[in-house]
């Protein structure tokens, strides 16, 4: 479960990781720009522990971490090594790709499939019905966005 880390072919490994700013064995994933703040790992450490219903301290004395090391990357303070950033995975039922915000890019292929098939659906559609389907898709987002917060 915790092995499918991205490895783009155009990859070089053996540079310097911009997550984790060191030479590490997943060098050659396709790091997204965010990496210069530790907020997207933050966050979905958040959101993956309420999804699941635990506490922070629940999550990491499951992976093994002290309270407050632990908090120190809920907060966005601090980045995990390798090793801790795995034993959080365990703890979490996720990915580090899930964590990091990585998308493979089968799911971007996936994600463009459907913004162009919603553009063709948008493109027949009459105006008041398009400007309901603006409403839903904003009250989608907001929703999302409470959720998160």
């Not at 997204?32 to 979905?44: I, V």
């Not at 699941?52 to 407050?68: K, P, Y």
Request: aromatic share 4%; glycine share 8%.
């Amino acid at each position: 479960m915790l092995t499918n880390i991205v490895t783009p072919p155009s990859a070089t490994i053996g540079t310097i990781c911009a997550y984790v700013g060191t030479y590490c064995a997943w060098t050659g994933c396709e790091v997204p720009a965010h990496f210069s703040s530790m907020e997207p790992l933050a966050t979905n450490l958040r959101k993956q522990a309420r999804l699941l219903g635990l506490s922070n301290a629940e999550v990491a004395r499951r992976a093994g971490l002290t309270d407050r090391r632990y908090g120190n990357y809920v907060t966005g303070d601090r980045e995990p090594d390798l090793a801790t950033l795995l034993r959080i995975c365990e703890a979490l039922q996720t990915t580090p790709n899930d964590l990091l915000g990585i998308r493979q890019a089968t799911d971007q292929d996936a994600v463009g499939k459907q913004l162009r098939r919603l553009l063709e659906i948008a493109g027949a559609m009459r105006p008041g019905d398009l400007q309901l389907l603006i409403i839903q898709a904003e009250a989608i987002v907001a929703a999302r966005a409470a959720d998160a917060g």
